[in-house]
């Protein structure tokens, strides 16, 4: 009966935690570049929990081991918003920008031009070019960036003038990257970066949605809640039947 609440207790700590992760996914279903989350779980056999009554596999107890999570890397699909300073990238790559942390990589391509003239991204980092921070000029106009990301615009005298390429990143072990806020990732130690694939292309005016599939996050959110709900009355039902064994093992023997 208490290995009957253990491994109730067990997958109820696993679908907490898969519940947190599905949520955050529906929060981020309209942020720009975000990848969901998903929730990897195993068994795990308890060598010194037992049930000697039974023999073969029913002898070890079987508990849901929470693992950990893990990143789906896939593409979002691609929304034209026709602002030229809106990139996407089509295929495998990442942006390079430069935080207060450090570099980091996100296929958020919604950029705008800051007060000293450097290309950033929404959150202000400084957007990575083959040569370093991109920067404009006062009188720059009719920006164009092309689909291998480089940046030409029409200067002050009305010249074609480069700005810049986009630096485009790819690693050797993509699906080892670490999230660092909605969609930045950071490459931690042993993830190398490698040629970027040659059929990723950049799309001007256009972002990359979020890759959460809404309809599928919602009916796994509703999954969760029922099966957590079962196991409560599960659990409860064990709880009775061991009190009420208590109960009538501590009755006095009636006299005869």
Known sequence: MENALLVGLSRQMGLSHELDVVSN?????????FKADNAAF????????????????????????????????SQGAVERTGNPLDVAVDGKGYLT??????????????LTINATGQLVTSEG???????????????????????????????????????GQLQLTYFDRPQMLKKDG????????GVNTVAVPANTRVVQGGLEKSNVHAIAA???MIEITRSYSDISAILQ????QRRNALQQLSQPPSSS
């Open 25 to 33: 996914n529906i929060a981020n279903i309209n942020t720009t570049g």
């Open 42 to 73: 195993s068994e795990f056999l308890m060598s010194n929990a037992r049930d000697n009554d039974f023999s073969g596999k029913d002898k070890r107890v079987s508990f849901v081991q929470d693992r950990n999570t893990w990143i789906d890397l």
């Open 97 to 110: 920008v430069q935080t207060q942390r450090g570099q980091r990589y996100t296929r958020n391509g919604s």
């Open 125 to 163: 980092d400084q957007v990575m070019g083959a040569a370093g921070p991109i920067t404009f000029q006062v009188n720059d106009h009719d920006i164009n960036i092309s689909s291998t990301g480089i940046i030409s615009v029409r200067d002050g005298t009305g010249a074609d003038a480069p700005r």
């Open 182 to 189: 909605a969609s930045l990732f950071n490459a931690p130690a």
């Open 218 to 220: 919602m009916a796994r």
């Open 237 to 240: 039902q064990q709880s009775d």
